[in-house]
């Protein structure tokens, strides 16, 4: 491969150097921020030889060329343009300082909430659970188990404004202990608790008089705005006074100030003004859902995916948990939600049932498997929007799911599950959100299937007539073109089967599954991926150490039989920057089944806020008939069979 070529076709199809803001890669693809996206020609980058994909993600154009490639032409590209190279999170920054103040609030929701949703989760799992076992056997409710465990499910919720102030600290890079003090100040138990205020005369509501003001002693269970709000000030403030603050004196002062003045302002001026606010966002989204004949759940099913093409459903989390927090929890949002998630998968699902094209068909059948149980960025970005048609009717059958979620009012205990885990949440409503989701599906297959065709490939133009004054012979189309290379260098087929067993100790899953597009749509080869319960990366087969990442986070191998592996630890962990690793090869080196490469921290990983899920690619898959999971063989372990 010509690598500088390949770089200076993305470099072409961009608008040049002028138009690159910051460039970056990670183990698979280049990651650019761009001054004017009006000037990149997507097609014509992904007509680029190498590469495997290109989308658009979180204010970057993401090209996909593959380990072992990437960071080759990623030289040529700096080489050739002359941007400044930077890292994975540099890149990132400066996309998001790219993005409007609207965007860059919509991600901060996100980088907040994030890492708090497992523990909504099993909040509502719990809650839902104890619903279904206490109205199947209603005795069970006056039980010391019910009792116990009721304690369980309702402590995220009771807490969420902790949990919220600790993700905000984190995010605005306060000190997560003094904002959980701040956060449980909220929720004192000398304040009255929220949810009893609404059944209280006014009268009866012990008030502060300070600062001339009048301020209802009330705590903020439930409430999700203020907390953010309280904590941003109180790492700005904290910052500021660690820089002014003598050093001796820093340990005492700093936290007493911090506390103090956020706590003052918190409960005199920050929590009154933005429960405010806060109770204008639940009550429109709340009317909107309720909006007579269904209207909102089809308006909010339909325009579903396009927010989150947009990014813009991470405002979502602050609504959900909102909704969650009442008592008794009431996500109505999330109903609605798997309406546009199964209609996406539905989508994608009549594609690979119409399409001719075994590639299509393999990334989008995987990609709708993901859809219905709540993951939509393969079908959406790998399948959907890819062929336009598809992705709107994804959105008619969202439409239609979202209509029937409403007018059924359909309720959920938790957010953060959707698709086929929702009936573990939707307790009393299992019927009419199986009749959603059946709604959903139909709807968008139907129209999938009656609308996608397979885009024909261009033929090469005719020669032309004979004779002198005839025009020089046409140049084959591109298409044709490539069809012609593709069918040349096409290697022969092995017949013999290769084994490349399980890296890594844990639960092996399907790649559709995993969260991140392009693992999830196989852009870089088939394989699969581990939920990993131990954490040791150990070599899958006899081969060569292909590329040692000095971060740790992924390692490149080749077998000893040809079969070329790309082992990576966690999604998007090369931001941890090698924190959390320790390598224990180097490129080049030989190694043996079974022997040591890596060693990761999993707590560190997920306090750090992202997912420990390995994927396990052949990169090479193009070589082979087939790549496929089996499970288990005779001595227990998950492989990958290469046929």
């Known amino acids: 491969m010509d690598y500088r070529k390949?770089?200076?076709?993305?470099?072409?199809?961009?608008?040049?150097?002028?138009?690159?803001?910051?460039?970056?890669?990670?183990?698979?693809?280049?990651?650019?921020?761009?001054?004017?996206n009006s000037k990149?020609?997507?097609?014509?980058?992904?007509?680029?030889?190498?590469?495997?994909?290109?989308?658009?993600?979180?204010?970057?154009?993401?090209v996909i060329f593959g380990t072992g490639v990437v960071n080759k032409v990623f030289d040529e590209f700096i080489a050739i343009s002359g941007v400044e190279a930077g890292t994975k999170e540099s890149a990132k920054e400066a996309a998001a300082q790219k993005q409007n103040w609207f965007m860059r609030a919509i991600k901060t929701l996100g980088d907040v909430f994030v890492p708090i949703i497992p523990a909504i989760v099993a909040s509502g799992l719990l809650n839902g659970l104890l619903g279904g076992l206490s109205t199947a056997f209603p005795s069970?409710?006056?039980?010391?188990?019910?009792?116990?465990?009721?304690?369980?499910?309702?402590?995220?919720?009771?807490?969420?404004?902790?949990?919220?102030?600790?993700?905000?600290?984190?995010?605005?890079?306060?000190?997560?202990?003094?904002?959980?003090?701040?956060?449980?100040?909220?929720?004192?138990?000398?304040?009255?608790?929220?949810?009893?205020?609404?059944?209280?005369?006014?009268?009866?509501?012990?008030?502060?008089?300070?600062?001339?003001?009048?301020?209802?002693?009330?705590?903020?269970?439930?409430?999700?705005?203020?907390?953010?709000?309280?904590?941003?000030?109180?790492?700005?403030?904290?910052?500021?006074?660690?820089?002014?603050?003598?050093?001796?004196?820093?340990?005492?002062?700093?936290?007493?100030?911090?506390?103090?003045?956020?706590?003052?302002?918190?409960?005199?001026?920050?929590?009154?003004?933005?429960?405010?606010?806060?109770?204008?966002?639940?009550?429109?989204?709340?009317?909107?859902?309720?909006?007579?004949?269904?209207?909102?759940g089809l308006l909010i099913g339909f325009v579903y995916a396009f927010t989150v093409v947009a990014g813009f459903h991470h405002m979502y989390n602050m609504i959900e948990?909102?909704?969650?927090?009442?008592?008794?929890?009431?996500n109505t949002w999330m109903p609605v939600a798997t309406a546009a998630n199964v209609g996406q998968g539905a989508a994608a699902m009549a594609v690979a049932f119409k399409t001719k094209n075994e590639k299509i068909k393999s990334m989008a059948f995987p990609a709708s498997l993901s859809a219905f149980l709540g993951i939509t960025e393969p079908a959406i970005f790998g399948v959907n929007i890819r062929y336009r048609k598809p992705f709107i009717a994804g959105c008619c059958g969202g439409a239609i799911g979202g209509m029937l979620a409403s007018l059924f009012g359909i309720k959920a205990t938790a957010y953060g599950v959707t698709g086929l885990f929702g009936f573990l949440i939707t307790t009393g409503f299992w019927v009419q959100y199986a009749i959603v989701m059946a709604a959903s599906f139909a709807v968008a297959f139907a129209v999938s299937f009656i609308t996608y065709k397979d885009e024909e490939p261009a033929a090469a133009a005719a020669p032309a007539e004979e004779t002198e004054s005839a025009p020089e012979q046409a140049e084959p189309a591109p298409a044709a073109e490539a069809a012609e290379k593709a069918a040349e260098e096409a290697p022969a087929v092995s017949a013999d089967v290769k084994v490349v067993y399980a890296p890594v100790k844990g639960k092996a899953i399907p790649s559709s599954q995993v969260s991140d597009p392009t693992?999830?749509?196989?852009?870089?080869?088939?394989?699969?991926?581990?939920?990993?319960?131990?954490?040791?990366?150990?070599?899958?087969?006899?081969?060569?150490?292909?590329?040692?990442?000095?971060?740790?986070?992924?390692?490149?191998?080749?077998?000893?039989?040809?079969?070329?592996?790309?082992?990576?630890?966690?999604?998007?962990?090369?931001?941890?920057?090698?924190?959390?690793?320790?390598?224990?090869?180097?490129?080049?080196?030989?190694?043996?089944?079974?022997?040591?490469?890596?060693?990761?921290?999993?707590?560190?990983?997920?306090?750090?806020?992202?997912?420990?899920?390995?994927?396990?690619?052949?990169?090479?898959?193009?070589?082979y008939q087939d790549v496929r999971m089996r499970i288990p063989v005779t001595d227990g372990e998950e492989v990958l069979e290469i046929c």
Not at 40 to 62: H, N, P, T
Not at 172 to 192: D, E, K, R
Not at 321 to 329: E, L, R, T
Not at 555 to 576: Q, R
């Open 6 to 36: 390949a770089a200076q076709g993305v470099l072409d199809h961009i608008g040049g150097a002028s138009n690159v803001a910051s460039a970056a890669h990670c183990a698979t693809r280049l990651r650019l921020v761009i001054n004017d």
């Open 40 to 62: 990149v020609d997507k097609a014509g980058v992904e007509s680029v030889e190498g590469v495997k994909g290109c989308f658009e993600a979180s204010g970057q154009l993401q």
């Open 140 to 296: 069970m409710a006056e039980s010391d188990y019910y009792s116990m465990i009721n304690l369980m499910a309702g402590a995220a919720l009771s807490m969420l404004p902790i949990l919220i102030a600790i993700s905000a600290a984190k995010k605005f890079g306060g000190n997560p202990y003094l904002a959980a003090v701040i956060g449980f100040v909220m929720i004192h138990p000398n304040l009255v608790n929220a949810w009893s205020v609404a059944s209280m005369d006014a009268a009866d509501i012990p008030v502060w008089h300070v600062f001339g003001l009048t301020i209802q002693q009330t705590g903020y269970q439930g409430h999700v705005i203020p907390v953010i709000i309280a904590i941003l000030f109180m790492s700005w403030l904290e910052k500021k006074l660690h820089k002014a603050v003598p050093e001796m004196l820093d340990l005492f002062v700093t936290p007493l100030v911090t506390v103090l003045v956020t706590g003052v302002l918190t409960m005199t001026i920050i929590g009154p003004v933005f429960k405010v606010v806060e109770d204008y966002i639940l009550l429109g989204a709340q009317t909107l859902i309720g909006l007579p004949f269904g209207l909102g």
């Open 321 to 330: 948990a909102q909704m969650v927090s009442q008592n008794p929890p009431a």
């Open 519 to 623: 693992f999830a749509a196989e852009a870089l080869g088939k394989g699969m991926a581990i939920i990993p319960s131990e954490g040791r990366v150990v070599a899958p087969f006899d081969g060569t150490v292909e590329l040692m990442y000095d971060t740790g986070h992924a390692v490149a191998l080749a077998s000893d039989d040809g079969v070329e592996v790309l082992i990576h630890v966690g999604i998007d962990t090369v931001n941890l920057q090698g924190k959390g690793y320790h390598v224990h090869v180097a490129t080049g080196d030989r190694v043996h089944k079974g022997d040591l490469l890596i060693e990761f921290d999993m707590d560190v990983i997920r306090e750090a806020g992202y997912d420990p899920v390995t994927p396990v690619i052949v990169t090479n898959s193009d070589e």
